[in-house]
T-cell receptor, first 108, second 116 residues
Framework: DAKTTQPTSMDCAEGRAANLPCNHS???????VYWYRQIHSQGPQYIIH???NNETNEMASLIITEDRKSSTLILPHATLRDTAVYYC?????????FGAGTRLTVKP | EAQVTQNPRYLITVTGKKLTVTCSQN?????MSWYRQDPGLGLRQIYY???????DKGDVPEGYKVSRKEKRNFPLILESPSPNQTSLYFC???????????????FGPGTRLTVL
């Protein structure tokens, strides 16, 4: 079973920030939070990951709450190409359980 | 370019006709795995391999076989395909070390299989 809970779908206006929440209340101390996305039926694409601290890369930012029970993926300036299913995954080594994810639709 | 390749990308076959889906990676990764993706069920792991000659069952291994004779290749074998194996299949790889928690898993482009 996936250890995360995400909204089924979200909309975002093009050019605005997209904030995708994820609950992982049962996360343990050595498990990382990973985010992947899947555009249409392509292979999932890695976005970002973190353990405790907030992280930022060229694609997104990851905000993890202090108690680590939830996190938010932020796409700072969403484009139409960011329309995809976004998966939040709690990972322990190579055990990665994909849930249903959030279907983000970026609208013009 | 670092990548995971799969072949074929699309395949339509009939029940009982043995088939193999190949997977190859050029990143010298120890860990490789196969997933299937079905509507409403997300991605489910079929088999994985921690290194050459080391394979293990994932969550949905029934009806599948794998082999890992070389580090770069991890073929998925369906000895007697059935219609319930109609699905979208993904191969993935990552390095496997002490720091495996932080190594990105790379996915192939997918193989869409239809079993009639």
């Amino acid at each position: 079973d996936a250890k995360t809970t995400q909204p089924t779908s979200m909309d975002c206006a093009e050019g605005r920030a997209a904030n995708l929440p994820c609950n992982h209340s049962t996360i343990s101390g050595n498990e990382y939070v990973y985010w992947y996305r899947q555009i249409h039926s392509q292979g999932p694409q890695y976005i970002i990951h973190g353990l405790k601290n907030n992280e930022t890369n060229e694609m997104a930012s990851l905000i993890i709450t202090e108690d680590r029970k939830s996190s938010t993926l932020i796409l700072p300036h969403a484009t139409l190409r960011d329309t995809a299913v976004y998966y939040c995954i709690v990972r322990f080594f190579n055990d990665m359980r994909f849930g249903a994810g959030t279907r983000l639709t970026v609208k013009p | 370019e670092a990548q995971v390749t799969q072949n074929p990308r699309y395949l339509i076959t009939v029940t009982g006709k043995k088939l193999t889906v190949t997977c190859s990676q050029n990143m010298n990764h120890e860990y490789m795995s196969w997933y299937r993706q079905d509507p409403g069920l997300g991605l489910r792991q079929i088999y994985y391999s921690m290194n050459v000659e080391v394979t293990d069952k994932g969550d949905v291994p029934e009806g599948y076989k794998v082999s890992r004779k070389e580090k770069r290749n991890f073929p998925l074998i369906l000895e007697s395909p059935s219609p319930n194996q109609t699905s979208l299949y993904f191969c993935a790889s990552s390095s496997l070390a002490v720091r495996a928690n932080t190594d990105t898993q790379y996915f192939g482009p997918g193989t869409r299989l239809t079993v009639l």
